[in-house]
T-cell receptor
């Protein structure tokens, strides 16, 4: 069966510090991978998606970046965090565009 | 970018049927409509997916009219544990992007 992992579960970082969130998927190959952000009490905002290694599409201009160094690994990064980067970050995978997405447990990021 | 809109909130009582509608005027021709359930501090969980007409599984039904510009998630006989936020997800006709709806917060009362 397929499993998706995200870490860390929670993170508190000062403004201006770097960020690295990791997501890995087990039990499948060549998945579509997604990064979402959810502000408190708000909906899901798609940040990045990837259909293959090294193929990243950015949905929202911002100080975040994403990379996919391996088939089942998706990393979200920032060189300098802003207060507005606080939120709940969710990674998801799907077998393809038209298939349902499976979400990880999420990372709660607080920028202070 | 076209919006995918839902009612902000709905209230219901245990045992009632709940219908949540999502409006997606610019849905992509070949994309499915997918619904998710989200509890606080958890990732969304897949509920049901359909392309047209009606789809039913063990937890919900999905009704899609012929023009596919909207869809209705139907939860039969809700319980307290169905209190959550419900999102629809569709592809946009013009941008080819997958777009989550604005979300509907369902509160079920005893």
């Amino acid at each position: 069966s397929q499993t998706i992992h995200q870490w860390p579960a929670t993170l508190v970082q000062p403004v201006g510090s770097p960020l690295s969130l990791e997501c890995t998927v087990e039990g499948t190959s060549n998945p579509n991978l997604y990064w979402y952000r959810q502000a408190a009490g708000r909906g899901l905002q798609l940040l990045f998606y990837s259909v293959g290694i090294g193929q990243i599409s950015s949905e929202v201009p911002q100080n975040l970046s994403a990379s996919r160094p391996q088939d089942r690994q998706f990393i979200l990064s920032s060189k300098k965090l802003l207060l507005s980067d606080s939120g709940f970050y969710l990674c998801a995978w799907s077998p393809g565009r038209t298939y349902e997405q499976y979400f990880g447990p999420g990372t709660r990021l607080t920028v202070t | 970018l076209a919006k995918t809109t839902q009612p902000i909130s709905m209230d219901s009582y245990e045992g009632q049927e709940v219908n949540i509608t999502c409006s997606h005027n610019n849905i992509a021709t070949n994309d499915y409509i997918t619904w998710y359930q989200q509890f606080p501090s958890q990732g969304p969980r897949f509920i049901i997916q359909g392309y047209k007409t009606k789809v039913t599984n063990e937890v919900a039904s999905l009704f899609i009219p012929a023009d596919r510009k909207s869809s209705t998630l139907s939860l039969p006989r809700v319980s307290l544990s169905d209190t959550a936020v419900y999102y629809c997800l569709v592809g946009d006709l013009y941008t080819d992007k997958l777009i989550f709806g604005t979300g509907t917060r369902l509160q079920v009362f005893p």
